[in-house]
């Protein structure tokens, strides 16, 4: 095995474990490049050109992945968790209908999944219905629709 191979295979270890050890988000795009060094290496490619490849690897990397990754794991990805006293006053939309006395389902703002009861213990919310948070109850949100249904008084005998 070539030199060069067992450089970039030791160098992109290192910084694999080095990225595990701080998790930082910062040496595993160095471990990248390493990586592309090695195939570089095993293509049959000059030192020089394992390192313009390294190098290149590393940083369209570092500069293209490396904000979706941050921005993947919640340092900006869509809307943060609210909690239940954040939700007052929100709108959302019945996801699993919500049968008087029971809980159902609803989504609030940009996808936020939260168990949810009808504020009237007897009013029933079906599903697409949209509501208005108005309450909470621990972490059950309670909602009004915001749709008023005229199915009352629709005796059909």
């Not at 940083?59 to 490396?66: A, F, G, K, Q």
């Not at 939260?114 to 948070?133: M, N």
Request: net charge negative.
């Amino acid at each position: 095995m070539d030199w060069e191979v067992i450089f970039w295979v030791v160098l992109a270890a290192l910084a694999f474990v080095g990225e595990i050890m701080t998790v930082s988000f910062f040496l595993l795009f160095f471990a990248l490049g390493a990586t592309v060094g090695v195939l570089l290496a095993f293509l049959g490619f000059g030192m020089g050109i394992q390192i313009v490849g390294f190098v290149a690897a590393s940083l369209l990397s570092m500069v293209v992945l490396r904000p979706a990754l941050l921005n993947r794991l919640a340092l900006g990805y869509g809307d943060s968790y609210d909690s239940p006293h954040n939700l007052t006053g929100r709108g959302g939309v019945v996801m699993k209908g919500i049968e008087p006395g029971e809980s159902g389902t609803v989504k609030i703002g940009n996808g936020e999944f939260w168990t949810a009861r009808s504020l009237y213990p007897d009013q029933r919310i079906e599903t697409g219905v949209k509501v208005r948070v108005l309450d909470t109850d621990g972490l059950t949100a309670l909602v009004e629709a915001m749709e008023v249904e005229s199915v009352e008084g629709g005796d059909s005998s």
